[in-house]
Structure formats: C-alpha cells, structure tokens
Nanobody, 120 residues
Framework: QVQLVESGGGLVQPGGSLRLSCAGSGFSPDYYSIGWFRQAPGKEREGVSCISSEDGSTYYADSVKGRFTISRENAKNTVYLQMNSLKPEDTAVYYC?????????????WGQGTQVTVSS
C-alpha cells in the first residue's frame, strides 16, 4: 500500500526558510517520480516542484525557481523541499504526490499535506 507522509510545515516570517519532508512507503523509489504541489484557500492547486525517478531531473514552477530546491534520498525513500526566501504568497497546504512523469504530472497518490504559513 502506497503511503506518503509530509512534515516540516509551520509558521515562518517573510524571508525565512523551511524544509519539508515527504516520507514514502509501499513503493520503490525507482518507480515513481515525486512532486510537490500546494493549495491555498480560494486558489487553484499549483504544481511547485518535481524530481524524476529516472535520472533525478528536477522541475520547478516559475514562482519558486531560485528559492526552492527539491532533493531525494532513495535509501530513506524520502523527498525534501528546501524553501528559502519565503514570501506571504507561498502560504498554502503543501502536498507531495507520486507521478510517473514530472513532465506531465498526474498524481495518483498523495499525503495529507502540511501547512506552511508565511507571515510577520
């Protein structure tokens, strides 16, 4: 059974940093790529970043490029999202999900989400 558990969210001031973790189980890290997406109240879901299971290629939304970094530790089947220079508009619930292709992400499993709030 595929499970994903996000952690690391919280309240941070603008300009601050957080590192989110996505711990996976029930699947091989060689099979699924892992992506992060976020959902803010009243806004559409937005894809944030993705890391490919094939070659480790990374993808970022323009809104986070240069500020967020995705990485993967296959031995722990865990994906991280390092978020720096956070802005109030980054406030959202962040989810990680499995997808076969980062280039065309269609999440088939995802976790319960972790809240990120950027506010002074």
């Amino acid at each position: 059974q595929v499970q994903l558990v996000e952690s690391g969210g919280g309240l941070v001031q603008p300009g601050g940093s957080l590192r989110l973790s996505c711990a996976g189980s029930g699947f091989s890290p060689d099979y699924y790529s892992i992506g992060w997406f976020r959902q803010a109240p009243g806004k559409e879901r937005e894809g944030v970043s993705c890391i490919s299971s094939e070659d480790g290629s990374t993808y970022y939304a323009d809104s986070v490029k240069g500020r967020f970094t995705i990485s993967r530790e296959n031995a722990k089947n865990t994906v991280y999202l390092q978020m720096n220079s956070l802005k109030p508009e980054d406030t959202a619930v962040y989810y990680c999900g499995t997808t076969l292709l980062c280039s065309d992400p269609r999440f088939n499993y995802w976790g319960q989400g972790t809240q990120v709030t950027v506010s002074s």
